[in-house]
């Protein structure tokens, strides 16, 4: 597999990351319910990026040293104030359940925050 991306800017886009995430998952040979996790993390992350950020784009790619998929999501938003906060549950939005991030925290075996993408702060 190649990277995918997919640009958020809707909830089509929300859906399809969600189905290409899933299909990917499959073909790696994951499990049906392991692949459905996979997917489910990937439809947080753009859900965030469409509710929070006013978009973004989820790119996806198989791993090269193991079993596995990594997915990017990078966005332009106004960032989190208080990423710890976030992650203990200790934070929701007037919009939300608060358990995104942190469902997909939860979902994964690894996940990293990078706050200030590649520009530094």
Same mark, same amino acid.
């Given at each position: 597999? #190649?990277?995918?991306? !997919? +640009?958020?800017?809707?909830?089509?886009? *929300?859906?399809? =990351?969600?189905?290409?995430?899933? +299909?990917?998952?499959?073909?790696?040979?994951?499990?049906?319910?392991?692949?459905?996790?996979?997917?489910?993390?990937?439809?947080?992350?753009?859900? #965030?990026?469409? *509710?929070?950020? %006013?978009?973004? =784009?989820?790119?996806?790619?198989?791993?090269?040293?193991?079993?596995? !998929?990594?997915?990017?999501?990078?966005? +332009?938003?106004?960032? *989190?104030? %208080?990423?710890?906060?976030?992650?203990?549950?200790?934070?929701?939005?007037?919009?939300?359940?608060?358990?995104?991030?942190?469902? =997909? +925290?939860?979902?994964?075996?690894?996940?990293?925050? %990078?706050?200030?993408?590649?520009?530094?702060?």
């Amino acid at each position: 597999m #190649n990277k995918v991306c !997919i +640009q958020v800017a809707g909830e089509p886009d *929300i859906v399809e =990351v969600a189905r290409q995430v899933r +299909q990917t998952a499959l073909a790696l040979r994951f499990s049906a319910a392991q692949a459905h996790y996979i997917a489910t993390a990937a439809s947080e992350l753009a859900a #965030n990026l469409f *509710i929070h950020a %006013d978009g973004g =784009v989820i790119e996806a790619s198989c791993l090269k040293d193991r079993s596995g !998929i990594e997915r990017v999501a990078t966005d +332009q938003g106004p960032g *989190i104030g %208080d990423i710890d906060k976030v992650l203990r549950g200790d934070y929701s939005t007037a919009d939300g359940l608060g358990c995104g991030l942190l469902g =997909v +925290q939860r979902l994964m075996d690894e996940m990293d925050i %990078d706050r200030y993408g590649s520009e530094g702060a």
